[in-house]
Structures are given as structure tokens and as C-alpha cells.
């Protein structure tokens, strides 16, 4: 009988800088429950990118452990997935610190990230924004990983991490597997409700602009109330407008049905009725979520048994990686 295929492996990090938004759901963290079957998955909350900005120590610790409660409430199997903390694993900051030197200065400044940052934090442009991408590509080529999920504003860091992967397999004999871009099949661009020609963003300072994913349904439902249509009155998808196609795609990722089907649902019917309706159906989507969440929370012990768990995979998935790139630069093995 014919063995079947290794399953591929997939990295993943987060960034525990807040509570997730409905583009963060429907976009991507929606779509990582249903890869756990498929391939070999390990999701790092990475806080270690996280203090290239200035952190409330509190907070940053608070906000890790909601993250980490937020995905397993999302659909995040601990048992499935390897799910961990990215400072849980040393591995990642030593290698680090290898391919760092296997990295031009010219690449790292390069970055649009970089530039785009330095702009925001003006007052502290400091190394680690610097080198993030080295880190980030530490933290795939340890675990070996065959794909790497990115939107479009990470691209440029997974090429460069491609470029690094290439250089030492070129100047050592292959080391590291060469990862590429996983594009999900489906992949919802959730816009913002009150700006639609903008993505749907935490950062953005209106309020009703985003959903965040443990809003209550009382919330949900007045900021779709207030969601940005048009004066046409027809629930239609076609240009120019980006307030109703941006609540049918809502709609169709949560229900399945097509935009002809959306139109035929509310064709005579006004946009009071489709906000209401989508409001209510991401209000359904989204309880089991902020109710899991919840139930997460009041379980401390629950949730430090799995990080610990995780951590122990992660350490002992990529001690082999680390050792060998360690042996190959020069270094004596302890």
C-alpha cells in the first residue's frame, strides 16, 4: 500500500497588541482552525516583535495571554497544533543572531516596514525595528517550515527570509528548508465600516470603524447600524460602491452565499434590513468566540498547562535546526 505524503508544515506568529478585529477573523485566524487537519501547524504569539515599539510590561503580559485564549477560542487545537509563546523558545533569538550576520545591511534597509515605522515612532528608531526581519525569519527557518501564511504588507519580509534560507544553504550545504507564501483558497478583505476604502484596523482611532471580535451584540449591531452605504438604496455589488460591497462581503463570508444570491435576498428591500441583517449574523458568528474566550480566561491553570505544552514542542521541534546551523558557522557543542 502506498504511504501517503508527510504533512507540509506551517508557521504562523501574531502579535498580542490587542483583540482581534472581524478582518483579523474573517481574513486569516478563521481559516487557521480548518489547516490543522491538513498540515502540521505551529502558531507562535510572538512577543518578542512586539517590544520594537515601547510596551507597558503589564499590559504586554495581560494582552499574550488573551491572544493566546483568543486563538484556542478561535479554533486553535492545542492538542493539533503546536501553540506557544514566542519567548518560550530561545531558539529563535539565538538563530537570530546567526542569520543576522548572513544578512546585508542593505536588505534590512530596504524595508518598507522599517521606513513605514521609523516615520510612526520617530522618537525611538531603535535597533530591533531594525533587524525585526531577521528575527521573523528565525522564526520560520527554525521550525523548518515548508509555508508561511502573509498578507501583502509581509511578502517583503518572507522574500528576504527565502534570500537568507538560500545564502547559508549556499555557503554550508542545504540547512534550511526554503519556505513559501501560503495564499488560502478563500480569503476574505474585510474594509473599515465607517472609511471603506481603508481596511478595517485596531489602530483606527473611530471606534465604529472596526469590529473587534469580543464585542457584545449590542455593540456589534449599532456599528452596523452606522456602517457607510451610499444614497443608491440597492443591495447590489458593482463600483463605487465600497460601503455595501464591503457588508455583502461580510455577509458572504459568514453565510457562503454568493453576491447574486445576496442581491436576490434583499432585492426591494432597504439598507436598514441588510445592515440589520448582517449585524445579527456576525453577532452569531462571533458568540461562540467571545464566549469560549471567556470560559478561557477563568481557567488560568488550563491555559499555562498548554503554553507550557506548546513550548516544550516548539524547544524540542527546533533544538535539531539550531544544532545543526550551530555546527556548521564553527561553533563547540556543548
Known amino acids: 500500500m502506498e504511504q501517503a505524503a508527510p504533512k507540509k508544515r506551517i508557521f504562523s506568529g501574531i502579535q498580542p497588541t490587542g483583540i482581534f478585529t472581524l478582518g483579523n477573523y474573517l481574513g486569516a485566524i478563521?481559516?487557521?482552525?480548518?489547516?490543522?487537519d491538513e498540515y502540521n501547524c505551529i502558531y507562535s504569539i510572538v512577543d518578542q516583535h512586539a517590544i520594537t515599539v515601547r510596551q507597558d510590561p503589564a499590559k504586554l503580559r495581560r494582552q499574550s495571554l488573551e491572544c493566546y485564549a483568543l486563538l484556542i477560542a478561535c479554533g486553535i487545537d492545542p492538542e493539533k497544533s503546536v501553540l506557544f509563546i514566542q519567548s518560550h523558545n530561545p531558539a529563535h533569538a539565538q538563530l537570530s543572531w546567526v542569520l543576522g550576520c548572513f544578512t546585508q545591511f542593505g536588505e534590512l534597509s530596504r524595508m518598507t516596514q522599517f521606513k513605514d515605522k521609523s516615520q510612526k515612532n520617530a522618537d525611538n528608531i531603535n535597533a530591533g525595528l531594525f533587524t525585526y526581519p531577521v528575527l521573523m525569519a528565525a522564526d520560520i527557518l527554525v521550525y523548518n517550515a515548508d509555508l508561511v501564511p502573509v498578507g501583502q504588507d509581509q511578502k517583503q519580509h518572507l522574500e528576504l527570509a527565502r534570500d537568507i534560507a538560500g545564502r547559508f544553504n549556499g555557503v554550508y550545504s542545504p540547512t534550511f528548508t526554503v519556505p513559501e507564501g501560503y495564499i488560502p483558497k478563500t480569503s476574505a478583505k474585510i474594509m473599515s465600516l465607517t472609511e471603506p476604502g481603508k481596511k478595517m484596523s485596531k489602530s483606527?482611532?473611530?471606534?465604529?470603524?472596526?469590529?473587534?471580535?469580543?464585542?457584545?451584540?449590542?455593540?456589534?449591531l449599532r456599528k452596523f447600524k452606522r456602517a457607510v452605504t451610499d444614497s443608491d438604496g440597492e443591495v447590489c455589488y458593482r463600483a463605487?460602491?465600497?460601503?455595501?460591497?464591503?457588508?455583502m462581503s461580510i455577509y458572504a463570508s459568514i453565510t457562503g452565499k454568493d453576491f447574486a444570491a445576496i442581491e436576490s435576498e434583499f432585492t426591494g428591500k432597504g439598507y436598514g434590513d441588510f445592515k440589520m441583517a448582517v449585524g445579527e449574523c456576525v453577532a452569531d458568528c462571533l458568540r461562540p468566540v467571545?464566549?469560549?474566550?471567556?470560559?478561557?480566561?477563568g481557567d488560568k491553570a488550563y491555559l499555562q498547562a498548554c503554553?507550557?505544552?506548546?513550548?516544550?514542542?516548539?524547544?524540542?521541534?527546533?533544538?535539531?535546526?539550531?544544532?545543526?546551523?550551530?555546527k556548521k558557522v564553527g561553533f563547540i557543542e556543548l
Open 30 to 36: 478563521k481559516n487557521w482552525g480548518p489547516l490543522q
Open 240 to 247: 463605487g460602491k465600497d460601503g455595501i460591497n464591503n457588508l
Open 307 to 326: 503554553y507550557t505544552k506548546g513550548a516544550e514542542s516548539a524547544r524540542q521541534l527546533s533544538a535539531k535546526c539550531l544544532r545543526k546551523v550551530y
Open 290 to 297: 467571545r464566549e469560549d474566550f471567556a470560559r478561557l480566561m
Open 204 to 220: 483606527d482611532p473611530n471606534p465604529n470603524g472596526y469590529i473587534s471580535i469580543l464585542d457584545d451584540v449590542d455593540t456589534i
